[in-house]
């Protein structure tokens, strides 16, 4: 059933899934959602970075996305900010967002400026950095370490080195690296 969530559009969840089922779906479960978001990236051939974002009343998915650096030709399609796109302009401030990796520093920005309550990060193996900033910002942070989802992204660090460092750093970072 998480995978079908996790490739549903958002908008259609309210009309398949009730509302007694989000509010039954623990972190984890939630995790695996953005998880499996993440493996959808990079079956199409990009950065595995999902996220979700839900309602801290009802626990309901208001926004999901993935990584689409590569796919879209977007340099800051991260899973975090798919997911906010999707869903759209509101107040964050009673949201939690998740993400399978510890937030660069654009998506920390975003996350703090629209208030967001609190923030799952999924790898912080991987990556991390940012944690102790959101904190001083007033977002909680909870780290909730996903074994799929750190194996997936040592995977494609280790197959896509230099996508991984467009990602976080932008093409710069690959020229000035092989000069």
Partial sequence: ?????????????????????FVKLSDRNIMRIAVLLAQKSYDEGGCPIGGVI???????????GHNTLVQDNDPYNHGETSAIRDAGRQDFS?????????????????IYMRQFDRVV??????????????????VNVEILEDPEGIALYAKYRAEKPELDIEDWKGL????????
């Avoid at 839900?54 to 999901?64: A, E, F, L, M, Q």
Wanted: aromatic share 4%; glycine share 6%.
């Fill in 1 to 21: 059933m998480l995978n079908v969530i996790a490739h549903l559009p958002t908008r259609s969840l309210s009309a398949i899934v009730e509302d007694e089922f």
């Fill in 54 to 64: 839900i309602d801290n009343n009802t626990r309901r998915i208001v926004g999901k």
């Fill in 94 to 110: 009673n949201t939690t967002i998740f993400t399978t990796l510890s937030p660069c520093d654009v998506c920390a920005t975003l």
């Fill in 121 to 138: 990060v999924g790898d912080v193996t991987n990556a991390s950095g940012n944690e102790q900033m959101l904190r001083e910002k007033g």
């Fill in 172 to 179: 710069a970072a690959i020229h000035r690296a092989r000069f």
